[in-house]
T-cell receptor, first 113, second 113 residues
Framework: DQQVKQNSPSLSVQEGRISILNCDYTNSMFDYFLWYKKYPAEGPTFLIS?????DKNEDGRFTVFLNKSAKHLSLHIVPSQPGDSAVYFC????????????FGTGTRLQVFP | NAGVTQTPKFQVLKTGQSMTLQCAQD?????MSWYRQDPGMGLRLIHYSVGAGITDQGEVPNGYNVSRSTTEDFPLRLLSAAPSQTSVYFC????????????FGPGTRLLVL
């Protein structure tokens, strides 16, 4: 049972436009969410996170939105750059059990000129 | 700092063989973990450790053993490899109090024939 779902396996966006990556979750106990970025042949790197007490967190070109009632979060990248081309994973954890992250299946973003 | 290092980068095993995937970090991180990444499955937590001498199971622990005798090292052992363990394995580490700043190694690609 996939508790964290990324239903779009891939996304293609033109450079300079907005990229929106989506993530849905089923476990209402999740209260901390993270986005990781992964280039081929490398490990994932942390990008941005959000706690359930917030509905938005911004870091430069990256903004994460959380809609708790819909159990949905999204990552916005504005403006998109070719270097953003990578696989993006969302992940979640519940309560005090921050030792266990549950990852989504990933979305491959391609930013073309 | 070398960060998180993993060896080997690639390994081919025959069914039933045993091997140890090595992971080391030089950042004095208390928390270390092992994930596997399979196509369409995202990253799944195998085992983790919050300090030397302490380990616990993640989402998919069967077929794997771990130990944590030092802060720096967290080896993952496959006692009797099976084709279902063909995957890419990532080791990660962080300070116990830093949920999001988890550093991943470059991964070990394992093929079990």
């Amino acid at each position: 049972d996939q508790q964290v779902k990324q239903n779009s396996p891939s996304l293609s966006v033109q450079e300079g436009r907005i990229s929106i990556l989506n993530c849905d979750y089923t476990n209402s106990m999740f209260d901390y969410f993270l986005w990781y970025k992964k280039y081929p042949a490398e490990g994932p790197t942390f990008l941005i996170s959000i706690s359930s007490i917030k509905d938005k967190n911004e870091d430069g070109r990256f903004t994460v939105f959380l809609n708790k009632s819909a159990k949905h979060l999204s990552l916005h990248i504005v403006p998109s750059q070719p270097g953003d081309s990578a696989v993006y994973f969302c992940a979640a954890s519940a309560g005090d059990n921050t030792d266990k992250l549950i990852f989504g299946t990933g979305t491959r973003l391609q930013v073309f000129p | 700092n070398a960060g998180v290092t993993q060896t080997p980068k690639f390994q081919v095993l025959k069914t039933g063989q045993s091997m140890t995937l090595q992971c080391a970090q030089d950042m004095n991180h208390e928390y270390m973990s092992w994930y596997r990444q399979d196509p369409g499955m995202g990253l799944r937590l195998i085992h983790y450790s919050v300090g030397a001498g302490i380990t616990d199971q993640g989402e998919v622990p069967n077929g794997y053993n771990v130990s944590r005798s030092t802060t720096e090292d967290f080896p993952l052992r496959l006692l009797s490899a099976a084709p279902s363990q063909t995957s890419v394995y990532f080791c990660a580490s962080r300070h116990n109090w830093e949920q999001e700043t988890q550093y991943f190694g470059p991964g070990t690609r394992l093929l079990v024939l």
